[in-house]
């Protein structure tokens, strides 16, 4: 009995022993510490499969040292080509000025395909994409030499067996879907499998078609007895977008049936579960092929891998629908099971088990003992000596036994470190995901999630403003001083703006220059003095790097329930009336009223059209000449932008431009418009003796564009126009309030060769300190003075300075909107040298101009 005893004690410590040096084993893991990986997520940190790839991927690259950094694209939230530039700009931005990284991991399809679309931002580098549903898209992207992953296979085949086995009187199937890139990939799988079963009749229901309310209707007019199988409901056909468990709560409120899913983590919402989706997995074996590729082996050598499926069913749920009964296979895993006592305490019955038995047997022992002593002397010395000597066993497993204890201490006390460990990097993560890195203060996400929580309360409660602010001219700023001043009147800006939050006002920035700031009141006069108390917080000056600047703060305000009862709704209107504050002269607050929305559909209805018109090659070009009154010829022409739409008619070339400015798209149809006067340049030259100047008008918006050099030497050179036969009119907007940037740009045109003409002048500034540095040989006086210069003296008197003044600095003089003869008559005598009106010609089609300049020159 004692050598049974000291056997099963000694097996116990042998087992401790091996886990203790497994436990030191694995802390000896390649040192990778110099390693750094970036993982860029398709989504933002908010969405339901961003943890799990995360704690999969940390669960490999903590154990060897590896840094792990992340990027959020958002693309299910806003799926928008403004987003996606602004990510790529943000990007490449880090990826140029920070630290290198040496590899990159992208999640699901929308990361992939944006690795895809510019490889150039990672070039060298190690690309592992996981979690992609495009099957085709993973299989072309792998065969680039740098790049593997993990695909996201479904398993239908699993789901379906279980679901048969759950529903046993089931005969038809339906999925539920919707228009994103998921579900749209996930539906061809499940079509792809339909065709696999004759026996059940495979039906889907798809949002792409649908709005929810039309989906809700559907799918009360399903069977109890349907296998109803989710596969995702984010986006219906309007481009309304919910939340997973918003999704999940649209299906569930209307079925009275189990739904099933393909993903892990859909479980615990209400749906019954499936052979799902390990996001977990996918995260570890992207981490493990990373590490593969730090320790030496070939990306190349890394074949596609597809992620686990788990057999994982909600037990609540099947309770709800009383499906206990039904006998699965061993290895599903069920969530929410009541726990057996039994089995969570086995452990220590056993243990006490063993002891009481080993009392037990020890007792008997000590009976036999005392027995047999009364039997024999001798016998009772031999069991003594057999007793000492067990004793000195007992001594010896003693002190194995304190060796052993001291080895769990030291255990325990590196598990403690690894706890303390766990719970700072637990509250790191809180503050990525809900403090602005830049001023601490609360960010976007943070901001809504108190806003939406506001909102739950009853709606007689529910009394608050919201407040959207941003600083004025901030991006002339950051454009005179650079992006580190800039950040710096960020965080100055959040440090006063903090110095008002309280239970009743909280503050967060939402971005750039914006900040946010709900407050818990709708009556105006609480609200003005509130705003009144903003505005005094910027009468001190920011004194910042030697530098003192006055700045003022636009505001626009909306107000719960008067402007809406719905997060976004009230973001988005408060959002406009900060817009028409701008818009109305700055330094103001304005509270949101209906027409601020008619009119901004308005405006981006107008701009659809801009850029289908654009787009469908609407625009054409008039050309008004020029007549040059000594040589009595025509010596050149404008070029004029024209629109007659189909939708619109004649729009106003004034409205275009500026709607194409506020949009961006200015830069596309600049480089169109010089283009086509290069183009109408150079035939006219061609067949001309003498030279024929092409005027284009230039915004400043083209010319502070990074491409704008490099685009007009590019059009010159295929156009093969001479730039001597080409002029820029400029304002005097654009050419006096120049940084020395745009100074530099405007002696490159010049070095070209393309001449420089000051347009519109007496409307601008018209200051002599400017007039003096002028950068241009040709001066066009604005119709403004020349309607009025036959009956206008002053009129008269100041065409005749302008013309005098601007020959005593050697400028052609070019006078505008010219329409009779009277006009042309007191030009003449003035010496101005050009006319261009009316008068003389109206803007052409590009053939009549064309014919009417060669005509005059013939």
């Known amino acids: 009995m004692k050598k049974k005893l000291f056997s099963l004690t000694l097996i116990l410590i042998v087992m401790l022993s091996y886990n203790i040096s497994s436990f030191g084993d694995r802390s000896d893991a390649m040192?990778?510490?110099?390693?750094?990986?970036?993982?860029?997520?398709?989504?933002?940190?908010?969405?339901?499969t961003f943890f799990y790839q995360v704690d999969g991927l940390k669960s490999i690259l903590d154990a060897n040292n590896v840094v792990l950094d992340i990027e959020f694209m958002d693309s299910k939230r806003f799926h928008t080509k403004e987003n996606y530039d602004n990510f790529y700009q943000s990007l490449k931005y880090k990826l140029e000025n920070g630290e290198k990284y040496d590899s990159i991991i992208v999640g699901d399809?929308?990361?992939?395909?944006?690795?895809?679309?510019?490889?150039?931002?990672?070039?060298?580098?190690?690309?592992?994409?996981?979690?992609?549903?495009?099957?085709?898209?993973?299989e072309m992207m792998s065969m680039n030499?740098?790049?593997?992953?993990?695909?996201?296979?479904?398993?239908?085949?699993?789901?379906?067996?279980?679901?048969?086995?759950?529903?046993?009187?089931?005969?038809?199937?339906?999925?539920?879907?919707?228009?994103?890139?998921?579900?749209?990939?996930?539906?061809?799988?499940y079509k792809s499998y339909s065709h696999l079963i004759d026996d059940f009749l495979f039906e889907t229901i798809d949002l792409s078609d649908l709005t929810f309310e039309e989906?809700?209707?559907?799918?009360?007019?399903?069977?109890?007895?349907?296998?109803?199988?989710?596969?995702?409901?984010?986006?219906?056909?309007?481009?309304?977008?919910?939340?997973?468990?918003?999704?999940?709560?649209?299906?569930?409120?209307?079925?009275?049936?189990?739904?099933?899913?393909?993903?892990?983590?859909?479980?615990?919402?209400?749906?019954?579960?499936?052979?799902?989706?390990?996001?977990?997995?996918?995260?570890?074996?992207?981490?493990?092929?990373?590490?593969?590729?730090?320790?030496?082996?070939?990306?190349?050598?890394?074949?596609?891998?597809?992620?686990?499926?788990?057999?994982?069913?909600?037990?609540?749920?099947?309770?709800?629908?009383?499906?206990?009964?039904?006998?699965?296979?061993?290895d599903v895993i069920y969530i929410n099971t009541k726990e057996n006592m039994l089995v969570k305490y086995f452990p220590y019955i056993l243990i006490s088990l063993v002891i009481i038995v080993s009392q037990y047997m020890l007792i008997f022992y000590l009976y036999r003992n005392i027995k047999f002593r009364k039997g024999a002397e001798e016998e009772l010395l031999k069991?003594?000596?057999?007793?000492?000597?067990?004793?000195?066993?007992?001594?010896?497993?003693?002190?194995?036994?304190?060796?052993?204890?001291?080895?769990?201490?030291?255990?325990?006390?590196?598990?403690?470190?690894?706890?303390?460990?766990?719970?700072?990097?637990?509250?790191?993560i809180y503050d990525l995901i809900y403090l602005d890195d830049l001023t601490k203060l609360k960010n976007r996400k943070a901001i809504f999630d108190l806003i939406d929580d506001w909102l739950k309360a009853p709606l007689d409660?529910?009394?608050?403003?919201?407040?959207?602010?941003?600083?004025?001219?901030?991006?002339?700023?950051?454009?005179?001083?650079?992006?580190?001043?800039?950040?710096?009147?960020?965080?100055?800006?959040?440090?006063?703006?903090?110095?008002?939050?309280?239970?009743?006002?909280?503050?967060?920035?939402?971005?750039?220059?914006?900040?946010?700031?709900?407050?818990?009141?709708?009556?105006?006069?609480?609200?003005?003095?509130?705003?009144?108390?903003?505005?005094?917080?910027?009468?001190?000056p920011f004194s910042i790097d030697n530098r003192s600047l006055f700045l003022t703060i636009s505001i626009g305000v909306a107000i719960c329930p008067i402007h809406g009862n719905a997060t976004k709704e009230l973001v988005k209107k408060a959002d406009m009336a900060l817009y028409e504050a701008k818009k109305s002269g700055k330094n103001r607050f304005i509270i949101y009223d209906q027409n601020m929305i008619e009119t901004l559909e308005d405006k981006v209805l107008f701009q659809s059209h801009v850029r289908k018109a654009f787009n469908n090659r609407e625009f054409y070009m008039n050309y008004q000449p020029y007549f040059d009154i000594k040589k009595e010829c025509f010596t050149g022409a404008e070029a004029l932008i024209r629109w007659n739409s189909v939708e619109l008619g004649f729009v106003s070339p004034l409205k275009l431009i500026q709607a194409s400015e506020e949009m961006g798209l200015i830069v596309d149809i600049g480089r169109w418009v010089i283009e086509n006067?290069?183009?109408?340049?150079?035939?006219?030259?061609?067949?001309?003796?003498?030279?024929?100047?092409?005027?284009?008008?230039?915004?400043?918006?083209?010319?502070?564009?990074?491409?704008?050099?490099?685009?007009?030497?590019?059009?010159?050179?295929r156009t093969e126009v001479n730039p001597k036969n080409i002029c820029f009119e400029m304002t005097e907007t654009t050419l006096f309030e120049f940084t020395d940037g745009n100074e530099l740009i405007i002696d490159r045109i010049r070095s070209m060769g393309v001449e420089i003409a000051l347009d519109d002048f007496g409307t601008g500034y018209s200051s002599l300190s400017y007039f003096k540095d002028i950068?241009?040989?040709?001066?066009?006086?604005?119709?403004?003075?020349?309607?009025?210069?036959?009956?206008?003296?002053?009129?008269?008197?100041?065409?005749?300075?302008?013309?005098?003044?601007?020959?005593?600095?050697?400028?052609?003089?070019?006078?505008?909107?010219?329409?009779?003869?009277?006009?042309?008559?007191?030009?003449?005598?003035?010496?101005?040298?050009?006319?261009?009106?009316?008068?003389?010609?109206?803007?052409?089609?590009?053939?009549?101009?064309?014919?009417?300049?060669?005509?005059?020159?013939e």
């Open 31 to 48: 040192d990778l510490s110099s390693k750094k990986v970036l993982f860029i997520s398709s989504y933002s940190p908010s969405y339901e």
């Open 109 to 138: 399809d929308n990361a992939l395909i944006f690795v895809k679309e510019n490889e150039e931002l990672f070039v060298g580098q190690p690309i592992i994409f996981l979690g992609v549903n495009d099957i085709t898209l993973a």
């Open 145 to 189: 030499s740098n790049m593997t992953g993990i695909v996201e296979s479904v398993s239908f085949d699993g789901t379906f067996e279980l679901a048969k086995q759950l529903q046993p009187n089931a005969n038809r199937v339906v999925a539920l879907t919707d228009c994103t890139t998921t579900g749209q990939a996930v539906l061809d799988s």
């Open 215 to 330: 989906f809700s209707d559907e799918l009360s007019k399903l069977s109890p007895d349907d296998i109803v199988i989710l596969l995702a409901v984010h986006r219906d056909v309007t481009g309304r977008t919910v939340t997973f468990s918003e999704g999940v709560s649209v299906v569930t409120d209307v079925l009275d049936q189990p739904v099933y899913t393909l993903y892990e983590f859909g479980l615990g919402t209400g749906l019954v579960g499936g052979e799902v989706v390990s996001y977990f997995d996918q995260g570890q074996k992207a981490g493990e092929i990373v590490i593969d590729i730090f320790n030496g082996e070939s990306i190349e050598s890394i074949k596609l891998v597809e992620n686990r499926h788990i057999r994982m069913l909600d037990y609540f749920v099947i309770e709800e629908y009383n499906l206990c009964d039904v006998e699965l296979s061993d």
């Open 383 to 428: 069991k003594k000596q057999d007793l000492i000597i067990s004793n000195d066993e007992l001594k010896m497993l003693n002190e194995e036994m304190f060796a052993s204890n001291e080895e769990l201490r030291v255990s325990n006390e590196k598990l403690s470190d690894a706890v303390l460990m766990i719970e700072e990097q637990n509250r790191e």
């Open 461 to 540: 409660e529910c009394s608050y403003a919201i407040l959207f602010l941003d600083v004025d001219n901030f991006k002339l700023i950051n454009d005179t001083f650079g992006h580190d001043y800039g950040d710096k009147i960020i965080v100055e800006t959040g440090k006063r703006l903090s110095s008002l939050e309280s239970k009743d006002a909280k503050i967060g920035r939402f971005g750039g220059d914006e900040f946010l700031i709900i407050h818990k009141s709708r009556n105006v006069d609480t609200i003005s003095d509130f705003l009144s108390k903003l505005e005094s917080l910027f009468n001190e």
């Open 677 to 717: 006067a290069c183009l109408f340049s150079k035939n006219i030259n061609d067949r001309n003796e003498e030279s024929i100047v092409i005027s284009i008008n230039i915004s400043s918006v083209q010319m502070l564009h990074p491409s704008f050099i490099s685009d007009l030497e590019e059009i010159i050179h």
């Open 775 to 857: 950068p241009a040989s040709i001066l066009k006086i604005d119709k403004v003075f020349i309607d009025n210069i036959t009956s206008n003296k002053f009129d008269r008197y100041t065409a005749q300075m302008i013309v005098n003044l601007a020959h005593y600095k050697n400028l052609l003089v070019i006078a505008e909107g010219v329409e009779d003869q009277e006009q042309a008559e007191m030009l003449k005598q003035m010496e101005c040298d050009i006319i261009q009106g009316y008068y003389y010609s109206k803007p052409l089609v590009t053939s009549e101009a064309q014919k009417l300049l060669l005509n005059e020159n």
